[in-house]
């Protein structure tokens, strides 16, 4: 399995480092925020990618649907995309807000029921609900015996660690040290939430993202930390 990181910034973050998403094996998004087009053109020269799952309906995990809709049409080609009733939802006013509803037949929607899990592009993907401001969903993404979890925007969430033990572990971190409080209280998770999880889930490693203004600071882990860069690319079978 290869996790490609397209962009590793929360709503309010530098425009260097691009909204969170995630590409696994260059064919599955994981949200697909403003820019989603131009990050997949920066990191993997293609306009679009197939499938499609998206966490919530917040704008830098889904404004971007639109323009890869476009492209799609442009190719004669239909998105495949998984995601929870509320962002169904959520996709059809933004479309029709943008006055781009006929390209709601190039989307092929599939919802998701936390718990349940589906296969998408040879992967075993199982949606958990997260603890955030809307409805969200966490991800734990499996291909044979290597499994990744992606926390997306969630405050702490002790569901993680009973499902993704020997995992790698993605999680946001969108506070330091400290904010916990403020950022437990909005949906969100601080660097001390992060490293909380991997060590309680014995994750193979911890990737922290979703940055918000202020840098990152991680604190001392029983986990390897992982940093992400635009475009870097994550092999988890590298930290079994």
Same mark, same amino acid.
């Given at each position: 399995?290869?996790?490609?990181?397209?962009? %590793?910034g929360g709503?309010?973050?530098?425009?260097?480092?691009g %909204?969170?998403? =995630?590409?696994i094996?260059?064919?599955?998004?994981?949200?697909v925020?403003?820019c989603?087009? !131009? $990050?997949?053109?920066?990191c993997?020269?293609?306009? %679009?990618?197939?499938?499609? /799952?998206? +966490?919530? !309906?917040?704008?830098?995990? =889904? #404004?971007?649907l639109?323009?890869?809709?476009?492209?799609?049409?442009?190719?004669?080609? @239909?998105?495949?995309?998984? &995601?929870?009733?509320?962002?169904?939802e959520? *996709?059809?006013?933004l479309?029709?807000?943008?006055? $781009?509803?006929?390209? #709601?037949?190039?989307?092929d929607?599939?919802?998701?029921?936390?718990?349940?899990?589906f296969? *998408? &592009?040879g #992967?075993?993907?199982l949606p #958990?609900?997260?603890?955030? @401001?809307?409805?969200?969903?966490?991800?734990?993404? !499996?291909?044979?015996?290597?499994c990744?979890v992606?926390?997306?925007? @969630?405050?702490?969430?002790?569901?993680?660690?009973?499902?993704?033990?020997?995992?790698?572990?993605?999680?946001? @971190?969108?506070?330091?040290?400290?904010q916990?409080?403020? &950022?437990?209280r909005?949906?969100?998770?601080?660097? /001390?939430?992060? /490293?909380?999880? &991997?060590?309680?889930?014995?994750? +193979?490693?911890l990737?922290?993202?979703?940055? %918000?203004?202020? $840098?990152?600071?991680?604190p001392?882990?029983? /986990?390897?930390?992982?940093?992400?860069t635009?475009?870097?690319?994550?092999?988890?079978?590298?930290?079994v």
């Amino acid at each position: 399995m290869r996790i490609r990181v397209l962009g %590793y910034g929360g709503w309010l973050s530098s425009h260097w480092i691009g %909204y969170t998403s =995630l590409a696994i094996d260059d064919e599955v998004l994981i949200d697909v925020g403003e820019c989603a087009h !131009r $990050q997949l053109m920066e990191c993997l020269g293609k306009p %679009y990618l197939r499938h499609v /799952v998206i +966490t919530h !309906r917040h704008g830098d995990h =889904l #404004l971007g649907l639109p323009t890869l809709a476009l492209w799609a049409k442009a190719f004669g080609d @239909t998105i495949n995309v998984y &995601a929870i009733e509320d962002v169904a939802e959520a *996709v059809a006013l933004l479309f029709k807000a943008v006055g $781009q509803e006929r390209l #709601l037949g190039h989307l092929d929607m599939h919802l998701l029921e936390p718990g349940k899990s589906f296969e *998408v &592009a040879g #992967l075993e993907v199982l949606p #958990l609900e997260a603890r955030h @401001t809307v409805p969200a969903v966490s991800l734990r993404i !499996r291909r044979g015996g290597i499994c990744v979890v992606v926390s997306g925007d @969630t405050a702490p969430n002790p569901g993680l660690a009973k499902v993704g033990r020997g995992c790698l572990l993605i999680h946001e @971190t969108s506070g330091n040290p400290g904010q916990e409080e403020a &950022a437990n209280r909005h949906g969100h998770s601080t660097t /001390v939430d992060a /490293v909380r999880a &991997a060590e309680e889930m014995g994750a +193979t490693a911890l990737v922290p993202l979703h940055y %918000y203004v202020h $840098q990152p600071v991680v604190p001392p882990a029983a /986990v390897r930390i992982v940093i992400p860069t635009k475009c870097g690319v994550i092999e988890p079978e590298k930290f079994v």
